[in-house]
């Protein structure tokens, strides 16, 4: 393609949805075709068909990709896996809304057509899923796409419910459960989000039965008293040994129940003892299988009092509370109400209060399968990158109950159990026609589904056709590596572990990659409450997916959150503009005659260097180094360092000094080689670099990457499946990259000389360098690019030069000295006049500041924070007179 075609300015709006287009059209994202070569495969955590992408999801898929292209791009037969989840009461909770805006509830709809009016919203959603994964570059192999209640995904999922019911480690039994009220349904451990809140702690006196004075109980929750069966106390403590085994009244219900003694009371807790609700606490539940108490459920699945509360009944939670601590400071039964602060369960995701009740549900035994999961992290077989999280994971297992995988829900995976009137129990692979027992054929399946997350579990081997043993599972199973967030490690990351080891003998993934949230600029959680959610959509309609892709990279490090600041992707977009100007001036002056057919001699690592500038065998140095940086970062799990990186060579060895330096060649043709051929071969080199540093752009920032690449004149395939760059030690070209780096030292120097006096840009001085005898001979060498980017004419480079007076001057370390003159650049006595009076100006200040300071009032008596201010700026004066005493010396 003609150079002259790149466009002055970078359009990502235009750039990105047709760049997007041809790696669809050319099937470049299929994993597979690849023979023999090593794979690399990542399932995607499969984002819910709840509405849209936030920005977690963004920095959660472009970590992914960045992986996958770079190992696509390394040669391997790479397989990112998509797919979404069902997400069982968030989508049951969101059509439910829905509905209700026209004035429908599911049960009027009946089951069946609800779940019709689910699979036509999870179309919508699904579909505005995948178009927000495509706008961020996702290179998934679509062709694969899978959804978690898809017909493979439901085998899977019934597979394992009967596999594990055969071998007792699923059953049914009544137990306590955490229940949402506005949900309807049971949650496990791990879906209960506890908050500190402020509350009371009421102490209540019971009565004993014989009329012999009372006993006091402490409570958070007054209204589940009237449920209590029992008292406890510690079984040695002294204040209650003659008590354990006689009854109280209980107040207002005035039944008679039973002091027991239980290791688990604490003695230091209010009185040392408790009252017992067998129905609504499940310490309490313990305490009362071991001691035989009833169990009375005071509070029903709807959140109100049951007809057990007696004259309670029918009252909501909170308004039985009030009511029946009323009634106990009737009859003079409270002993004191204390403020109290505690952790209150919260359904994670509708934020009801949780009420534990006691349900006939499902469970998973889980210290069967938690043990191995355990040992093969301890292993080694999984390694959670950063370490610290293999911890979290640990502690979690190590304290693992029985897992609730019951949700009284109609969308999701259906209980594959069906009831006979005869009592049997049938939980099969296939619905049963009839019971095998007494051959009735009216059976009636369990009406609730599975957690989500137990399909979430089989994801990893699900997705690649187990329980069949397909082709693809053969190949890409075990994965290489899980990217997700922290918050989702006891959610989901430790049961895919266990489920894998049980139905696969292996661990799901090799690496587990923990990424932290992302926060907003102040460091508070995204959230629809604080309303500070920013859509990674409206970004990249501003600034392109490149931007917000780069800016997300660069912000991580492993395993901790990062802010996001619009300041950031201010500057991601910044540098996408630096890497489009720089690569249009390289395609533009591949010619001695604008418009020309490119003239360059094609450089590769093998080729000769004899006809190279410094210059040019100075940027291959640092590129190869970058090379072999960037591959290690990324081989390391670091892709924040990797990226950050790509900036660094891009931004400042490549676009600022490199294309800067290479000027001197291509514009005035000085260099020893000649003219014609050193123009010719610093063309053929700003070639080999560009391409090379947008083959190590391109897993950061594949739209813009991509888009250069066509325009290069010596480019083959598509930059997606172009190799990535090896570190050759034949460009290894230390001398050189010494010498240069003395002439960008001085350069650098010269200029922050400059900046000191306001010299503007362009404007010639004269500048002196004393260098080192063996310095010297380098920066003779430089002399024309010294001159040219430093404006310093004329320029001196002697190591026997006296220091100049009136001269400002920078030291670079005991190779260099270089001095800028001030005579003529300007008015020296204006300027000495100027800085006099602004070092009088200053001592005035510091008078000022001091005497505050020594005034035994004010530093007692101000503020902490005033007085360590005016400390502050004593300190900043201070040093800012020293400065100006010495500008003032270097003008005498």
Same mark, same amino acid.
């Given at each position: 393609?003609?150079?002259?075609?790149?466009?002055?300015?970078?359009d990502?709006?235009?750039?990105?949805k047709?760049?997007?287009?041809?790696?669809?059209?050319?099937?470049?994202?299929?994993?597979?075709?690849k023979?023999?070569?090593?794979?690399?495969?990542?399932?995607?955590?499969?984002? $819910?068909?709840?509405?849209?992408?936030?920005?977690?999801?963004?920095?959660?898929?472009?970590i992914?990709?960045?992986?996958?292209? %770079?190992?696509?791009?390394?040669? *391997?037969?790479?397989?990112?896996?998509?797919?979404?989840?069902?997400?069982?009461?968030?989508?049951?909770?969101?059509?439910?809304?829905?509905?209700?805006?026209?004035?429908?509830?599911?049960h009027?709809?009946?089951?069946?057509?609800?779940?019709?009016?689910?699979?036509?919203?999870?179309?919508t959603?699904?579909?505005?899923?995948?178009?927000q994964?495509?706008?961020?570059?996702?290179?998934?192999?679509?062709?694969r796409?899978?959804?978690?209640m898809?017909?493979?995904?439901?085998?899977?999922?019934?597979?394992?419910?009967?596999?594990?019911?055969?071998?007792?480690?699923?059953?049914?039994?009544?137990?306590?459960?955490?229940?949402?009220?506005?949900?309807?349904?049971?949650?496990?451990d791990? #879906?209960?989000?506890?908050?500190?809140?402020?509350?009371?702690?009421?102490?209540?006196?019971?009565?004993?039965?014989?009329?012999?004075?009372?006993i006091?109980?402490a409570?958070?929750?007054?209204?589940?008293?009237?449920?209590?069966?029992?008292?406890?106390?510690?079984?040695?403590?002294?204040?209650?040994l003659?008590?354990?085994?006689?009854?109280?009244?209980l107040?207002?219900?005035?039944?008679?129940?039973p002091?027991?003694?239980?290791?688990?009371?604490?003695?230091?807790?209010?009185?040392?003892?408790?009252?017992v609700?067998?129905?609504?606490?499940?310490?309490?539940? #313990?305490?009362?299988?071991?001691? $035989?108490?009833?169990?009375?459920?005071?509070?029903?699945?709807?959140?109100?009092?049951?007809?057990?509360?007696?004259?309670?009944?029918?009252?909501?939670?909170e308004?039985?509370?009030?009511? @029946?601590?009323?009634?106990?400071?009737?009859?003079? +039964?409270?002993?004191?109400?204390?403020?109290y602060?505690?952790?209150v369960?919260?359904c994670?995701?509708c934020?009801?209060v949780v009420?534990?009740?006691?349900?006939?549900?499902?469970?998973?035994k889980?210290?069967?399968?938690? $043990?191995?999961?355990l040992?093969?992290?301890?292993?080694?077989?999984?390694?959670?990158?950063?370490?610290?999280?293999?911890?979290?994971?640990?502690?979690w297992l190590?304290?693992?109950r029985? %897992?609730?995988?019951?949700?009284?829900l109609?969308w999701?995976?259906?209980?594959?159990?069906?009831?006979?009137s005869?009592?049997?129990?049938i939980?099969?692979?296939?619905?049963?026609r009839?019971?095998?027992?007494?051959?009735?054929?009216?059976?009636?399946?369990?009406?609730?589904?599975?957690?989500?997350?137990?399909?979430?579990?089989?994801?990893?081997?699900?997705?690649?056709?187990?329980?069949?043993?397909t082709?693809?599972?053969?190949?890409?199973?075990?994965? *290489?590596?899980?990217?997700?967030?922290?918050?989702?490690i006891?959610? %989901?990351?430790?049961?895919?572990?266990?489920?894998?080891?049980?139905?696969?003998?292996?661990?799901?993934f090799?690496?587990?990659?923990?990424?932290?949230?992302?926060?907003?600029?102040?460091?508070?959680?995204m959230?629809?409450?604080?309303?500070?959610?920013? *859509?990674?959509?409206? @970004?990249?309609?501003?600034?392109?997916?490149?931007?917000?892709?780069?800016?997300?990279?660069?912000?991580?490090?492993?395993?901790n959150?990062?802010?996001?600041?619009?300041?950031?992707?201010?500057?991601?977009?910044?540098?996408? $503009?630096?890497?489009w100007?720089?690569?249009?001036?390289?395609?533009?002056n591949?010619s001695?005659?604008?418009? &020309?057919?490119?003239?360059?001699?094609?450089?590769?690592?093998?080729?000769?260097?004899?006809?190279?500038?410094?210059?040019?065998? %100075?940027?291959?140095?640092?590129?190869?180094?970058?090379?072999e940086?960037?591959?290690?970062?990324?081989?390391?799990?670091?892709?924040?360092?990797?990226?950050r990186?790509?900036?660094?060579?891009?931004?400042n060895?490549?676009?600022?000094?490199?294309?800067?330096?290479?000027?001197?060649?291509?514009?005035?043709?000085?260099?020893?080689?000649?003219?014609?051929e050193?123009?010719?071969?610093?063309?053929?080199?700003l070639?080999f670099?560009?391409?090379?540093?947008l083959?190590?752009?391109?897993?950061?920032?594949?739209?813009?990457?991509?888009?250069?690449?066509?325009? +290069?004149?010596q480019?083959q395939?598509?930059?997606?499946?172009?190799?990535?760059?090896?570190?050759?030690?034949?460009?290894?070209?230390?001398?050189?990259?010494?010498?240069?780096?003395?002439?960008? /030292?001085?350069?650098?120097?010269?200029?922050?000389?400059?900046?000191? @006096?306001?010299?503007?840009?362009?404007?010639?001085?004269a500048?002196?360098?004393?260098?080192s005898?063996?310095?010297?001979?380098?920066?003779?060498?430089?002399?024309?690019?010294?001159?040219?980017?430093?404006?310093? /004419?004329?320029?001196?480079?002697?190591?026997?030069?006296?220091?100049?007076?009136?001269?400002l001057?920078?030291?670079?370390?005991?190779?260099?000295?270089?001095?800028l003159?001030?005579?003529?650049?300007?008015?020296?006595?204006?300027?000495?006049?100027r +800085?006099?009076k602004?070092?009088?100006?200053? *001592?005035? #200040?510091?008078?000022?500041?001091? &005497?505050?300071?020594?005034?035994?009032?004010?530093?007692?008596?101000?503020?902490?924070?005033?007085?360590?201010?005016?400390?502050?700026?004593?300190?900043?004066?201070?040093?800012?007179?020293?400065?100006?005493?010495?500008?003032?010396?270097?003008?005498?």
């Amino acid at each position: 393609m003609a150079r002259d075609l790149i466009p002055p300015v970078y359009d990502p709006a235009a750039v990105e949805k047709r760049r997007y287009r041809y790696w669809l059209e050319g099937d470049y994202f299929r994993a597979g075709g690849k023979g023999d070569e090593k794979t690399f495969t990542i399932v995607i955590p499969p984002p $819910n068909i709840t509405g849209s992408l936030h920005m977690g999801h963004a920095l959660d898929i472009t970590i992914q990709d960045t992986l996958i292209r %770079w190992r696509r791009m390394r040669g *391997d037969d790479a397989l990112w896996l998509p797919g979404t989840d069902h997400a069982g009461i968030a989508t049951q909770i969101r059509v439910e809304e829905d509905l209700a805006e026209e004035g429908l509830t599911r049960h009027r709809l009946g089951r069946e057509r609800f779940l019709e009016k689910v699979w036509e919203w999870k179309e919508t959603y699904h579909e505005q899923i995948l178009s927000q994964l495509y706008s961020l570059g996702a290179s998934c192999d679509w062709s694969r796409e899978r959804f978690t209640m898809d017909e493979g995904c439901s085998k899977a999922v019934r597979k394992v419910f009967v596999d594990l019911y055969r071998a007792g480690l699923i059953y049914r039994g009544n137990y306590m459960i955490n229940w949402c009220p506005r949900c309807h349904t049971a949650l496990s451990d791990i #879906e209960v989000e506890h908050e500190e809140k402020a509350s009371t702690l009421t102490h209540i006196r019971y009565p004993l039965a014989d009329g012999d004075g009372h006993i006091v109980v402490a409570t958070t929750r007054p209204e589940s008293m009237l449920g209590d069966s029992g008292v406890a106390v510690h079984p040695e403590d002294e204040r209650y040994l003659e008590l354990v085994g006689r009854e109280v009244i209980l107040p207002l219900l005035n039944r008679k129940i039973p002091i027991v003694a239980d290791d688990y009371v604490d003695p230091a807790f209010g009185s040392g003892a408790v009252k017992v609700t067998p129905a609504h606490d499940p310490n309490d539940f #313990e305490i009362g299988r071991r001691h $035989n108490l009833a169990i009375i459920p005071v509070i029903g699945e709807d959140g109100k009092m049951t007809a057990e509360a007696g004259p309670y009944a029918g009252l909501d939670r909170e308004r039985c509370r009030e009511k @029946v601590v009323a009634d106990l400071e009737k009859v003079s +039964l409270i002993e004191k109400i204390e403020e109290y602060s505690h952790a209150v369960g919260h359904c994670h995701r509708c934020r009801t209060v949780v009420e534990p009740l006691i349900s006939r549900q499902w469970f998973v035994k889980m210290k069967p399968l938690a $043990n191995p999961a355990l040992e093969a992290v301890r292993d080694g077989e999984t390694v959670f990158v950063p370490p610290r999280f293999t911890q979290v994971y640990e502690n979690w297992l190590e304290n693992i109950r029985d %897992w609730c995988i019951s949700r009284q829900l109609w969308w999701g995976h259906r209980i594959p159990a069906w009831y006979c009137s005869c009592g049997e129990l049938i939980v099969d692979y296939e619905d049963p026609r009839s019971c095998p027992v007494c051959g009735a054929e009216t059976l009636e399946q369990d009406p609730d589904v599975l957690d989500t997350w137990f399909s979430s579990a089989l994801w990893p081997f699900s997705t690649l056709g187990w329980p069949e043993k397909t082709a693809d599972l053969v190949r890409y199973f075990p994965t *290489d590596v899980l990217v997700t967030a922290y918050d989702i490690i006891f959610f %989901w990351v430790a049961r895919m572990i266990f489920m894998s080891l049980y139905f696969m003998d292996e661990v799901p993934f090799k690496t587990v990659y923990i990424h932290g949230l992302v926060r907003d600029a102040q460091g508070r959680k995204m959230s629809k409450s604080l309303d500070n959610g920013i *859509d990674p959509l409206e @970004v990249i309609a501003s600034f392109g997916a490149d931007t917000l892709r780069f800016s997300l990279i660069t912000g991580q490090a492993p395993g901790n959150d990062q802010r996001f600041r619009h300041e950031n992707v201010e500057a991601a977009r910044n540098f996408a $503009n630096k890497i489009w100007n720089a690569s249009r001036f390289v395609l533009m002056n591949l010619s001695d005659e604008p418009g &020309g057919a490119p003239d360059y001699i094609p450089f590769q690592p093998d080729s000769r260097t004899e006809g190279l500038t410094v210059e040019d065998r %100075w940027i291959l140095h640092r590129y190869n180094g970058a090379v072999e940086q960037i591959t290690a970062a990324l081989e390391d799990f670091e892709p924040g360092e990797a990226a950050r990186l790509v900036y660094e060579f891009l931004w400042n060895d490549f676009c600022d000094w490199y294309v800067e330096l290479s000027k001197g060649y291509l514009y005035s043709g000085e260099g020893a080689a000649g003219s014609g051929e050193s123009r010719r071969r610093t063309r053929g080199v700003l070639i080999f670099v560009l391409d090379g540093v947008l083959r190590l752009l391109h897993p950061f920032m594949p739209f813009i990457s991509e888009e250069i690449w066509h325009y +290069l004149p010596q480019r083959q395939a598509a930059l997606i499946v172009s190799p990535w760059p090896e570190h050759s030690t034949q460009l290894s070209f230390p001398a050189e990259a010494a010498a240069v780096a003395l002439v960008q /030292e001085a350069i650098r120097a010269v200029r922050n000389l400059r900046s000191r @006096v306001q010299l503007p840009p362009g404007r010639q001085a004269a500048v002196i360098l004393r260098p080192s005898p063996e310095a010297a001979a380098v920066l003779e060498s430089g002399r024309h690019q010294l001159s040219r980017l430093a404006f310093a /004419e004329p320029l001196t480079i002697d190591p026997s030069s006296g220091k100049p007076r009136q001269a400002l001057a920078e030291i670079i370390g005991d190779e260099l000295e270089v001095y800028l003159p001030l005579a003529g650049v300007i008015d020296l006595e204006a300027e000495r006049s100027r +800085l006099e009076k602004e070092l009088q100006q200053l *001592d005035q #200040e510091l008078r000022r500041t001091v &005497g505050k300071l020594k005034n035994p009032k004010f530093v007692e008596k101000a503020p902490p924070e005033v007085v360590a201010k005016e400390r502050a700026r004593l300190e900043e004066r201070t040093t800012k007179k020293e400065k100006l005493k010495e500008r003032i010396q270097e003008l005498q």
